[in-house]
């Protein structure tokens, strides 16, 4: 029973086309990010949701645009892509501690998405 | 903003024990993660610091010095299978912004 899943796994398609990628979390966290890495590996925030409401939203251009229809889902949609957008978007989800409280914000990554713009 | 630098690749033997470094410079601290990442995978959690010192959790270790922005993860009895990246990552002054690293290839050769 997957915890963070997200489809698909890959996307093949060319440059100018517009395409999502969902995700959905059964951990009940209220807490749902993207993540970006690129070919040299690095991992970047994209954006974060809290409780369907965005908290982060890193520099990133406006052709992205996360959705959260509820707390358990979080899906991405990219307009006009473009060659540098190929990369593997990691989604995750957490529980956050109340602010002014202890403990370790966790994240549980789903598997990936590999975007291939051509 | 957060700069977080950690080496780029180690390779260590079978056995034998590896420490991966890593530093940091925040604005605001709410505590240090190491994640590992095998090739075509997620990350996956496995140590959190937040208090000066050493967390053990079996053959991985990981430390903190706040005063130095300075964290290392130490795998003992290297396996094959820890051949992976490993990624540090710092929370920052709320805690969900996680910053991560560019991530250390290790490659474990018999």
């Known amino acids: 029973d997957t915890a963070v899943s997200q489809t698909p796994k890959y996307l093949v398609t060319q440059m100018g086309n517009d395409k999502s990628i969902k995700c959905e979390q059964n951990l009940g966290h209220d807490t749902m990010y993207w993540y970006k890495q690129d070919s040299k590996k690095f991992l970047k925030i994209m954006f974060s949701y809290n409780n369907k409401e965005l908290i982060i939203n890193e520099t990133v251009p406006n052709r992205f645009s996360p959705k959260s229809p509820d707390k358990a889902h979080l899906n991405l949609h990219i307009n006009s892509l473009e060659l540098g957008d190929s990369a593997v978007y990691f989604c995750a989800s957490s529980q956050l501690a109340a602010r002014g409280s202890s403990g370790a914000n966790v994240l549980t990554f789903g598997a990936g998405s590999r975007l291939t713009v051509l | 903003g957060q700069n977080i630098d950690q080496p780029t690749e180690m390779t260590a033997t079978e056995g034998a024990i590896v420490q991966i470094n890593c530093t940091y410079q925040?604005?605001?601290?709410?505590?240090l993660f190491w994640y590992q990442q095998h090739a075509g995978e997620a990350p996956t959690f496995l140590s959190y610091?937040?208090?000066?010192g050493l967390e053990e959790k079996g053959r991985f270790s990981s430390f903190l010095s706040r005063s130095k922005g300075y964290s290392y993860l130490l795998l003992k009895e290297l396996q094959m299978k820890d051949s992976a990246s490993y990624l540090c990552a710092v929370a920052g002054a709320g805690s969900y912004q996680l910053t991560f690293g560019k991530g250390t290839k290790l490659s474990v050769i018999p």
């Open positions: 925040t604005s605001g601290f709410n505590g």
């Open positions: 610091n937040v208090l000066d």
